[in-house]
């Protein structure tokens, strides 16, 4: 069967409404195929970039936003000619002395997903409008056309003309889910796609200039605090006969089928992660780790709670552990990992993950694994209304990626699942960005843990370096003129771009494959079976990109992946670090690329001045030739009609598939009527209404609360001049007492005296969409 969309994909979130609408895009043209030569002046370009020519070294100093920062190299990329942006970015001393060594060969994703061969929908539905071709590779629109020194898009509509009302309600629930249907993410308040970025300057942007990180800066009282709830980290034990803390796996005492299995995987040397972790862990000691991205903290958590279980009692089978991720992705690789160390050993492993089917699992947990992973919503579902599962036995729990566990947006589901379980386990935090903020880890229920971060906070890979691209005011527009450029030119495979928004990660898509350019998407509006797919088919090398959103930020280890672009920041330096922590992983190297116009500028701001802090951190500017992403962005716009086809087209297969499903239900609901009515009635933890209010709060959190008087009604983006008017007319009708449309006359005077009432649309969501009712119980 073709993968299909889920039904009412593409949520609109604040930000979806204010994409530039589709409408002002121009007439089609097919797009150029295959080109198999690079032009001279790539050749030359590439030259450059690779430390040619171009190359400008020794910069005495350059400015970030004002701030001279020394550099050192002087590596700074230029791209056609043009010179580099003084008060932009510039290099740092790149020390590599530390970088550790290229560790095994293990991909962790390997989950066994259906091999990425089948052909995805848009690809299909692209090949079909050219006759069955399947396009392969874009070609360089000709000869820049844009002039240097970015113009200004005087006709692009301001975001306040944009119409902000959304396209669809919020629902990533599909409410007609059958009994057999199992990719029901959101009615089992499934894991949280990210997709919650503001599209509007975080209000700490609007701060001063002055970078400084005060913010971040555990003050005294958080220090006295935490000096009071961690305890003290044990000194490195001398392992060796020498007296020399150069820990091996075998000098941990590991026993030998978890060696066996280590060394299938090719891990040869425990990473420092694994290091500090494993003895502390084997004590039954609670634990706050954090490493840098790719630094093997799953293997950390993951052994040591193997070679504990493997003195566990046989006799009656228990489950013990629980492992818990934000995204089914992770819990899956987590899966295989752990199955992976664990495949000379009897230990058990069952799932609790979102997406997949349900009665499957639940006959895993009825045996009671020693180890069950999932993801919180399916894990709570489970705990609810399955009788075989149960976690009164649980001795240990790990939240891995565990800061955005604890975020607002998991805060009731967390709640909910630690309630059930043993408050005397052991519990084992991991995240590259785990926040020591006692607060945040009383809630975990942690006790007296030990605090294990080996890289300093806000590190990035050793391993990588950091591009910008500075898209200059009046430039932002072109964005996707600079990425397609960028895809085509300079980083062209093995490369994973991260979107705010999986409505443009979508849109994106389509023209990638207009382009014949080999793209997957990943993003929360698609079924499980199309998201493994996706990954699947960039893992194999099937496609050379993958267009996703946040959903794909954190965890994913994916062998080989070169390049990450930011098409937009993230919300958060967080993020960024998630974001850019999927390649030079394993001591590995990488390159991010962040496209940066003056709505990323904090968070770029951000991971320069953490890259100056850090050792060996590498940063480049890379400057690209206005003229080539406006030969791009003028391609993009010629298409804009065959974009709207394609997604036409699409919209009706998803349809016709839609109704096939229904019948399958029927007739599945016909067979088996009997069984069906006969089950218990599900109970859900969260209603959708809940849940959407507790993903109003995570997205505030995230985004920072909208201030009082400019809160926004629900699913409603930023406000159209029309609706503002319309609001702002409204408010000086109650605030003059008026029960009455005003005249010409009133509006006049009203204008004269001023005294309008205040701004905004009053209480309502900042967030996405409310979600359905009527969804609180089912019957499964
Ligand atoms: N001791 C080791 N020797 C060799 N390779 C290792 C070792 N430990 C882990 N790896 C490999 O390192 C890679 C990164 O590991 P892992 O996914 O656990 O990183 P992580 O720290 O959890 O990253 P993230 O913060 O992004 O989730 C994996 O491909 C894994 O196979």
């Known amino acids: 069967m073709a993968p299909m969309m889920l039904e009412d994909d593409f949520i609109p979130t604040l930000s979806d409404s204010d994409a530039v609408s589709d409408e002002e895009m121009s007439a089609p043209e097919p797009p150029t195929q295959v080109a198999s030569q690079l032009s001279t002046k790539r050749k030359r370009e590439e030259k450059k970039a690779k430390g040619g020519a171009a190359k400008k070294r020794k910069q005495d100093s350059t400015t970030v936003d004002g701030q001279e920062i020394k550099t050192s190299s002087g590596d700074v990329v230029v791209e056609g000619g043009q010179d580099k942006d003084d008060d932009m970015l ?52 000709s000869a820049p056309v844009g002039e240097e020194g970015g113009e200004e898009d005087s006709d692009v509509e301001s975001d306040q003309d944009l119409d902000s009302e959304p396209d669809a309600e919020d629902d990533e629930e599909d409410a007609t ?17 990210e997709d919650v970025a503001a599209p509007v300057t975080h209000p700490d942007d609007a701060a001063s200039d002055s970078g400084s990180d005060d913010n971040n800066e555990e003050d005294a009282l958080e220090r006295e605090k935490q000096r009071a709830f961690f305890a003290p980290a044990p000194d490195p034990q001398p392992t060796s006969t020498t007296g020399a803390t150069d820990t091996t796996f075998t000098s941990m005492s590991l026993s030998r089928p978890i060696l066996k299995g280590l060394s299938a995987l090719n891990f040869t040397t425990p990473t420092p992660i694994q290091k500090k972790t494993i003895p502390i862990a084997l004590s039954g000691q609670d634990i706050v780790g954090g490493a840098v991205t790719g630094s093997g903290k799953t293997a950390a958590f993951l052994l040591p709670i193997l070679e504990r279980l493997l003195y566990r009692p046989k006799r009656i089978p228990t489950t013990r552990v629980s492992i818990l991720t934000p995204t089914r992705e992770l819990a899956l690789q987590c899966l295989s990992v752990g199955k992976r160390l664990a495949a000379f050993t009897d230990i058990t492993f069952g799932r609790a993950i979102g997406g997949l089917n349900s009665r499957e699992q639940e006959r895993e947990l009825a045996l009671r694994p020693d180890i069950v992973v999932g993801t919180p919503g399916r894990y709570i579902d489970f705990l609810r ?105 300079v980083h062209r495979d093995r490369v994973i771009v991260f979107f705010r928004q999986k409505k443009e990660a979508h849109r994106v898509r389509v023209i990638f494959a207009l382009l014949g350019l080999q793209a997957a998407e990943l993003h929360g509006s698609m079924t499980q079976e199309q998201r493994m797919q996706a990954i699947e088919s960039f893992r194999s090398g099937r496609a050379g990109f993958l267009l996703a959103t946040d959903l794909a930020s954190r965890g994913l280890d994916i062998r080989g992946i070169e390049t990450v672009i930011n098409y937009e920041a993230p919300q958060s330096h967080e993020i960024y670090l998630h974001r850019v922590g999927r390649t030079a992983r394993a001591g590995r190297g990488g390159v991010s690329c962040t496209l940066a116009a003056e709505p990323d500028r904090k968070v770029v701001k951000a991971a320069v001045k953490a890259a ?64 069906i009515m006969a089950r218990p009635k599900r109970t859900w933890f969260e209603s959708e209404k809940d849940k959407a209010e507790a993903k109003r709060r995570g ?39 008026m029960g009455w449309k005003k005249g010409k006359g009133d509006a006049k005077a009203a204008g004269a005296g001023g005294g309008k009432g205040p701004k905004g649309a009053g209480a309502g969501k900042a967030g996405k969409g409310g979600g359905k009712n009527g969804k609180g119980k089912g019957r499964r």
């Not at 909208?706 to 605030?735: F, Q, T, V």
Request: glycine share 10%; net charge negative; aromatic share 4%.
């Open 90 to 141: 510039s290099d740092f001393e790149f020390d590599n002395s530390d970088r550790t060594a290229i560790l095994g060969g293990f991909d962790g994703w390997d989950i066994g997903g259906k091999g990425g061969e089948e052909v995805d929908v848009i690809s299909r539905i692209v090949a079909r409008r050219r006759g069955g071709e399947i396009p392969n590779a874009a070609k360089t629109p």
């Open 177 to 193: 889910i059958g009994p057999d249907d199992d990719d029901e993410s959101s009615a089992t308040g499934e894991e949280h796609d």
């Open 612 to 675: 100056r802090g850090q050792k060996g951190a590498e940063v480049k500017q890379r400057t690209v030739e206005p003229g080539f992403a406006d030969a791009w962005q003028s391609k993009i716009d010629d298409l804009a009609d065959q974009v709207e086809a394609v997604m036409r087209e699409e919209k009706e297969e998803r349809v016709l598939e839609q109704s096939e499903r229904e019948v399958r239900r029927a007739e599945n609901f016909v067979q088996f009527e009997g069984e």
């Open 385 to 489: 209304n399955s009788p075989h599962f149960q976690t009164d036995t649980l001795e240990i729990l790990v939240l891995d990626e565990a800061d955005r566990m604890l975020e607002t947006g998991f805060a009731d589901e967390l709640n909910e699942i630690l309630k059930s379980i043993p408050q005397n386990r052991q519990t084992l935090l991991f995240s590259a960005t785990m926040s020591s903020k006692v607060d945040d880890l009383i809630r975990a229920g942690l006790q007296r843990p030990v605090r294990i971060l080996v890289d300093a906070q806000k590190t990035s890979a050793a391993g990588l370096v950091q591009e910008f691209v500075r898209l200059r005011p009046g430039r932002e527009s072109k964005r996707l003129g600079y990425l397609l450029h960028l895809c085509t030119e």
């Open 699 to 737: 997205g505030e959190v995230l985004n920072g609360a909208a201030p009082e008087g400019e809160k926004k009604r629900k699913g409603e983006g930023k406000l159209s001049n029309k609706r503002k008017k319309r609001l702002e007319d409204r408010d000086e009708r109650r605030g003059e007492g």
